[in-house]
């Protein structure tokens, strides 16, 4: 018999149900409208009263409507058919939904996820008598691309026998390819696809491993001075309209992983839109494929219902575990955290439950950090690896880093791209700030170089804030070609031109070879002789690298760019500048640059005195 | 005519409770009063207790006073009788005309599919250089005038209202002052335009609640024009009276505030609202262009903040001038490449420029010497704001465009604009010779 139970009251999305039989924590129910039925969730139970939040409006609800209970926690399901799609945040394909229903979302509508009558070409890869378990392959279709592994559900416990196994030919994703006995012999059959809880993490894997392999993201300021690792977490907090939705569209299609899983996360629908139009028609440069066949994209955008809304992000990292599975690289790009943690916020003020900084309740923090640990570099069980990355934006109120999302996330995650209203005020892309973001992972460039040229920028800002106060007179030539050495870097390197064809995305080989010609270029010394001197310099020489910035690799046209660079470089960089000498100034350079961090004295090592030598002759020069 | 209950067992703020079985969520309810008459909403129900949220405000309301539920949701007519018409926020008409019935549709209907949206592609010309060069206005985008009480608003709002090509304006007016109102309705006369304008008006004099309703009712009917094919321009003045409306009412329901007294769900409560911003295919539009003032002119209030999140751009309107700093327009990038192959990178360029600009003045607050370089930067900040920024400028973006390379070209060698050569040699005025740096 059905467990059913009656509604004793309501609150916006959130209702209480009187209940008679037994009820679990996180299971669904549907509160039954006149023809319709509203799927809700369980999350709170006490006495014979459940709390339940509704994923739908509920107006037109009233005092003791039925509501059926299904026993079964909020799921998402899994197989073949996934890419491609475009799915609210419970998983309900939205396209099929247009397709029935015209312009608008209608509620209490359900559809199953899967295209149930796709045929798929299964290639077995287990015989009768093979023992198996959770995870384990049984065969394999094709799915775009990719090698899509037909697996044991994951839930299954035990270790298992097949006994048959489907020949090779065209299946429905609920035709059954296998059947498995348990060890008291009870038979399982096997269909191409599962169910898994959505709030459960996937751990049918032998060990996790460290994040040590740089993720590509073409975005230049990333890659090279704050890099993402494959199996890490990084999140980009900013003010409205900083540019994090841009950021993550671009990773979203130059990224050099195999799938990316788009959570539009209470966030404008108008984004979701352009990725899915021009998504099919990008073609991927690295497997020559449409990129919306590496692409999931959830979409519970700010005007669908807040408890979906919530659940999306779960929804999202459900289905990047089950690729994973498979030893994928899964990337998923989460816009935003904060209004999950608003959604959060909503139903805790509605349970009445004690709240915290800001409203929010009090396991935020312990909730954020569930769900980045999903992330993972992981070694399955048949060797190979397999990793999701979790990129989140956070949207702090007033854009002030001080907040609890924003706090919290800092918390847990291994690289932090903060981006800065100043930086997007004046236009500088990716408005990502050099100054206050890191990274813990290792990157395409060595380390060394890595934290020389932020000392640099740091150095160039103290420099630039000084003239503030001091004028520009005020400061030595030598301090103004830093400075605008600083401008030179930021200005070609680590702004990008979203728009540009060319420059939006940087490979990495590219990225190599122009990082170690600007390193030439900061590194030296210039044969300038005053300050406008120094101006015209970097102008010009901005002006040739924009044009080298958008020219095609390897193309004529970047062969001359770069060749006049040279030209000019080698015209100003100061004569004589032998490597020894280079080598000196460049410590010395760096030392102070140190010295500027640690405000410490190095003059007494030997090393130090040599430096201090140098200095001198230097100085000596300007004279 | 179906329940009527007449034991009202708790008023406290614009919230009544009653003992009634079979309510609703949602369902409208109507009081009588000595006041009159008032629509209340079902809020909350618990056990047997409704909770009804009154329109007109709880004043005056009566525990033995009668509550009769109409066992539907809040209403509006829909039909082409609306164009012309001035409503309140209940949907009652405030202008003396007759009241309308007919094809009644329900406020504050589903969401849009996302996979249904168009990606917005027209521009909407408005003459004003800082919108239509620096932040076009698209249709189908929704965007917000960030400014404080004592800007020319709603002028700026009006102005906009005229010269764009749409085939129907909603003014959704919150709090407003009546002389605000008196003059953006005069406005819409005397420029032949309030035939194809709707105006639900909520003043600062009426209930609080009512201010609530405005944004529904205005966007309801501007969803079902635009079903039937019109380009519909919203114009919604000042949602702080809006979200001033919800904290109020928030706090009479005794929830937790999240920041400055304003609930938590303030950002869904807004979204919910812009969201209805859309481009149907093969049908109509629905623009809405929005003032938010803020307090102290702070863009971290909650009210602005929220509302940065929310719409696709702003426009800061400080001075009597809409500033190119802060300023944006997010849709802009799906429109500007389709105008002139200079505008975006003249667009670019000219802001950067004017940022340097912006530290140079600093600079010279401070009393520094300016340097040649500097002084080029000073006569470009004062060209750029009267040629272009004033808000008395009009012209075509054509003209705009022409305008910021003179401006450029009077001020600067090209090295010093970041623009690319191509665009240089294509683009920069001949008649000066070119000084080589
Ligand atoms: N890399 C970029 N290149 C050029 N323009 C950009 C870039 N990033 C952002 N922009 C500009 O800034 C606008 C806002 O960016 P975006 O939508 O990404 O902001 P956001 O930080 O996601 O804001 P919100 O928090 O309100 O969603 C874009 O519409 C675009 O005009
Ligand atoms: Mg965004």
Redesign the interface.
């Known amino acids: 018999m059905k467990n059913t139970g009656k509604i ?5 999305n959130m209702i ?1 149900v009187e209940f008679e039989g037994n009820v679990k924590q996180n299971e669904v129910a549907y509160a039954v409208l006149d023809e319709s039925r509203l799927k809700t969730e369980v999350i709170r139970i006490r006495g014979n009263r459940a709390d339940l939040q509704v994923f739908e ?7 003791d409507d039925v509501v059926e209970f299904t026993g079964e926690l909020l799921s998402v399901e899994l197989g073949p058919g996934l890419l491609g799609q ?1 799915y609210d945040g419970l998983q309900n394909p ?2 099929k ?2 397709g029935e ?7 209490g509508k359900h559809i199953n996820a899967l295209p149930e009558d796709t045929k798929w070409e299964f290639t077995p890869c287990v015989k009768p008598g093979d023992k198996l378990q959770a995870a384990d392959a049984v065969g394999t279709v094709k799915e775009g691309g990719f090698t899509h592994k037909i697996m044991v559900p994951f839930h299954l416990p035990d270790r298992y026998e097949v006994v048959e196994i489907a020949e090779s030919g065209e299946y429905c994703v609920k035709d059954q390819v296998a059947l498995i006995k348990d060890k008291r012999g009870s038979f399982i059959p096997l269909s191409m696809m599962f169910e898994w809880p959505i709030r459960k993490p996937v751990t049918s894997y032998r060990e996790r491993l460290d994040p040590a392999e740089p993720l590509i993201t073409r975005i230049r300021i990333i890659d090279t001075l704050f890099p993402v690792a494959k199996g890490g977490t990084y999140c980009i907090p900013g ?3 900083a540019g994090k939705t841009v950021l993550q569209q671009i990773t979203s299609r130059n990224a050099k992983v195999d799938i990316v899983i788009v959570a539009a996360c ?1 966030e ?3 984004e ?3 990725t ?3 998504f099919p028609g990008i073609i991927d440069p690295f497997t020559g494929r449409p990129l919306m066949e590496r692409t999931i994209i959830v ?1 519970n ?4 219902p ?1 408890a979906a809304r919530e659940a999306s992000v779960y929804t999202a990292i459900t289905m990047a575990e089950y690729y994973r599975q498979m030893g994928l690289d899964v990337l998923i790009l989460a816009d935003s955290t904060s ?1 999950w943690a ?1 959604a959060m ?2 139903r805790s ?1 509605r349970l009445e439950e004690i ?1 915290g900084e ?3 309740p009090a396991y935020l923090e312990s909730t954020i950090a569930g769900f980045y640990e999903r992330s993972g570099l992981v070694r399955l069980r048949d060797g190979s690896t397999g990793a999701i990355t979790i990129g989140g934006t956070v ?1 702090p ?4 880093f001080e907040e609890p999302v924003t706090q919290a996330t800092l918390k847990v995650v291994g690289a932090f791209h903060g981006l800065s209203r100043d930086r997007s ?3 500088h892309y990716p408005a990502i700030d050099p100054l206050d973001s890191w990274s813990k992972y290792t990157g395409i460039i060595d380390n060394r170089s890595r934290n020389h040229t932020v000392r640099l920028l740091s150095k160039a800002h103290e420099i630039s804030q000084m ?3 001091v ?3 005020g400061i030595t030539l030598d301090d103004y070609i830093l400075y605008l050495k600083g401008e030179f870097f930021d ?1 070609v390197y680590l702004q990008q031109n979203a ?1 540009d064809p060319v420059d939006m995305a940087t490979s990495e080989e590219r990225q190599k070879k122009v990082f170690s010609i600007i390193k030439e270029i900061i590194d030296a010394t210039l044969d300038l002789n005053n300050k ?1 001197d120094a ?2 310099f970097f ?2 020489s ?2 040739i690298f ?2 080298y910035n ?1 020219s095609e690799w390897d193309t004529n046209d970047f062969l001359e760019n770069e060749r006049l660079i040279r030209e000019l470089f080698h015209k100003y960089r100061k004569a004589g500048t032998e490597i020894e000498t280079h080598i000196f100034r460049q410590a010395l350079v760096e030392s102070e640059m140190d010295s500027h961090f640690s405000r410490a004295k190095t003059a007494k090592t030997k090393k130090g005195e040599k430096l201090t030598m140098v200095k001198e002759e230097n100085e000596e020069d300007i004279q | 005519m179906r329940k009527i209950y007449n034991k009202i067992t708790q008023i406290s703020g614009n919230v009544i409770v009653l003992s009634a079985t079979g309510i609703k969520y949602g369902e409208l309810a109507v009081i009588k009063s000595e006041r009159g008459d008032s629509f209340a909403e079902v809020i909350r129900i618990d056990g047997k207790l409704v909770y009804l949220q009154v329109f007109a405000g709880s004043g005056g309301i009566s525990t033995g006073d009668e509550v009769r539920f109409l066992g539907k949701q809040m209403e509006v007519s829909f039909s082409d009788n609306l164009l012309g018409r001035v409503f309140d926020g209940t949907g009652r008409p405030r202008d003396g005309g007759p009241i309308l019935t007919k094809n009644l549709i329900e406020i504050g209907g589903p969401t849009v599919n996302p996979a249904k949206r168009l990606i917005p592609s027209n521009m909407i010309h408005t003459g004003i250089p800082m919108i239509d060069l620096f932040n076009s206005l698209v249709e189908s985008q929704k965007i917000s005038i960030f400014t404080t009480s004592g800007e020319p608003y709603n002028e700026l709002l009006a102005r906009v209202a005229l010269q764009a090509k749409v085939d129907i304006i909603i003014l959704g007016g919150m709090g407003l002052r009546y002389d605000d109102y008196l003059f953006l309705k005069n406005t819409l006369e005397s420029e032949g335009s309030l035939s194809r304008s709707i105006l639900c008006i909520h003043t600062a004099a009426d209930p609080v609640v009512e201010c609530i309703m405005v944004p529904d009712i205005s966007l309801t009917i501007a969803e079902n024009f635009a079903l039937h094919g019109k380009k519909v321009l919203v114009l919604l003045t000042d949602m702080k009276n809006f979200c001033d409306a919800l904290k109020e009412i928030a706090i009479t329901m005794e929830q937790v505030p999240s920041n400055r007294g304003y609930p938590g769900d303030l950002y869904s409560q807004l979204a919910a609202r812009y969201e209805k911003a859309v481009d149907f295919e093969d049908a109509g539009s629905v623009t809405i262009l929005s003032i938010t003032t803020m307090p102290g002119n702070d863009v971290t209030h909650p009210v602005p903040d929220n509302t940065g999140y929310i719409t696709e751009g702003q426009y800061y309107l400080n001075n009597g001038r809409i500033e190119p700093f802060g300023s944006l327009s997010r849709l802009k990038q799906f429109v500007n490449k389709k105008t002139r192959d200079d505008h975006r990178p003249l667009m670019d360029a000219m802001v950067q420029l004017y940022a340097y600009y912006q530290e140079v003045l600093e600079k010279k607050a401070m009393g520094f010497r300016m340097t040649r370089s500097d002084n080029r930067f000073l006569k470009y900040g004062i060209l750029f704001e009267r040629n272009l920024m004033d808000l008395s400028v009009e012209m075509s973006l054509e003209e705009a465009l022409d305008t910021g390379w003179r401006i450029l070209s009077e001020c600067f060698v090209p090295e010093e604009t970041g623009i690319r050569t191509e665009l240089i040699k294509k683009f920069w005025p001949k008649e000066k010779p070119q000084v080589n740096a």
């Open positions: 004793v009251g309501i609150n916006k209480t409006d509920t107006r037109g609800l009233k005092m475009l939205l396209h939904l247009a229903l015209g312009f608008f979302l209608q509620r003010p409205f309209g209470g404008r629908a108008g979701v839109v352009e899915i139009k021009e979409c955008t700010s005007s669908m807040v209004r608003q916020r909503e003020s709240p800001e409203a929010f949207s109120a007033g854009g002030n005020d004046a236009r003239m503030k106060v004028g520009e007179e200005n728009f406008d101006r015209n102008n010009r901005r002006q924009l044009d958008s």
